[in-house]
């Protein structure tokens, strides 16, 4: 399975804001297995059960660290709910992640702090001329709001793209699989 970055896609929500934003990335794959159709809350779902177990360990080593912080860590206000129960609707929220859009083929979600402001799209994209072939694209945009924002996020970037990439992988892998 190939992943490849590319631009942050036109048929993005997000693209409309690019110049807004200090940071942008998009990883996109192709789903070659296109038997069944697959709706967006799917894809949403399929989000957030795709981690990497160490990308898991190391979310739990930066929400003790930047607590000391005073920063959000996904548990301070609600519990978080499970994926199971997660139905993608905007304003719902599933640990440090709320949805604050959603289409028919795509899922912006995130957080606001008072360091950065993130924004994650989860674009589900089948009209791009290729017959049998659908493509997912998750892109990350970041909008720095301090000095904290910027030190936070330059150890961060680097296992960001690797994470981003293990997890687009196993999103496909379950979506062509229908798990």
Known sequence: MNIKKIELPEKSVLSKEKENFDYIDSFEGKLTDTRRSIDITE???????????????????????????????????????????????????????????????????????????????????????????????????VKYHNWLGILYFLPVRPFHKLIVSVMLKNMIGQLENGK
């Open 43 to 141: 894809v949403g779902k399929a989000f957030f059960t795709s981690g990497p177990k160490w990308g898991k360990k190391m979310f739990a080593f930066r929400n003790k660290v930047v607590s000391l912080f005073g920063l959000k860590t996904g548990t301070e206000a609600t519990p978080a709910k499970a994926s199971d129960d997660f139905t993608c609707e905007i304003g719902e929220r599933i640990g440090l992640f709320k949805i604050f859009g959603k289409t028919n083929n795509e899922i912006i979600l995130g957080e606001d702090d008072k360091h950065l402001d993130f924004r994650v799209s989860l674009l589900f994209d089948k009209d791009k001329g290729q017959k049998d072939v659908d493509f997912l694209t998750i892109s990350t945009t």
